[in-house]
């Protein structure tokens, strides 16, 4: 079946240290892979995309993403944590074109000064 | 930076009633998305549209569900007899290039 796991639902960060936000998705064809981040009570916002390319890729608000095709894995990176990053991140994908988002359950990331 | 918008931002409604729910995709987007959230849970995929007809459905879309593009601009879900279930935040989302899918800020749903 076609998924997106998020190992961990929760992240601590110290601001300033670099974070990672972990997703795998499950192999069928050819996935195009998403971050979107929610803060309270808003919308989801999309971060970055991976549809074909430089493996890694880079997005809004100096996050990045590297896409790794053997271990099926799109993991979410920043050098440098800022408190207002804490938010709920989703990772997600798509398998067709036009087709539906399917979300991982989400990691809250936690920021601390 | 055009968006998507929804209304109304809260829908307080008793069971049994029905409930339609608004969306103003981005004016050039072709392809059209229904999500729901229940609290604390995962986003999941409810319904697509594009060419003015449904192209994918969940199981959750059952004969309850219902989705109209009616004047080329609204694109709304209407549930005919809601369930204490429903109770969730409905996002909307459109694309152009069936790609990067662009969010609304969702519609909050408390069925008593």
């Known amino acids: 079946a076609q998924s997106v796991a998020q190992p961990e639902d929760q992240v601590n960060v110290a601001e300033g240290n670099p974070l990672t936000v972990k997703c795998t998705y499950s192999v069928s064809g050819n996935p195009y892979l998403f971050w979107y981040v929610q803060y309270p009570n808003r919308g989801l916002q999309f971060l970055l995309k991976?549809?074909?390319?430089?493996?890694l890729v880079k997005g809004s608000y100096g996050f990045e993403a590297e896409f790794n095709k053997s271990q099926t894995s799109f993991h979410l990176k920043k050098p440098s944590a800022l408190v207002s990053d804490s938010a709920l991140y989703f990772c997600?994908?798509?398998?067709?074109?036009?087709?539906?988002?399917?979300f991982g359950q989400g990691t809250e990331l936690s920021v601390k000064p | 930076e055009p968006e998507v918008t929804q209304t109304p931002s809260h829908q307080v409604t008793q069971m049994g009633q029905e409930v339609i729910l608004r969306c103003v995709p981005i004016s050039n987007h072709l392809y059209f998305y229904w999500y729901r959230q229940i609290l604390g849970q995962k986003v999941e995929f409810l319904v697509s549209f594009y060419n003015n007809e449904i192209s994918e459905k969940s199981e959750i879309f059952d004969d309850q569900f219902s989705v109209e593009r009616p004047d080329g601009s609204n694109f709304t879900l209407k549930i005919r007899s809601t369930k204490l279930e429903d109770s969730a935040m409905y996002f909307c989302?459109?694309?152009?290039?069936?790609?990067?899918?662009?969010f609304g800020p969702g519609t909050r749903l408390t069925v008593t």
């Open positions: 989302a459109s694309t152009y290039d069936s790609y990067e899918q662009y």
């Open positions: 997600a994908v798509i398998y067709n074109q036009g087709g539906k988002l399917i």
């Open positions: 991976y549809i074909t390319g430089d493996n």
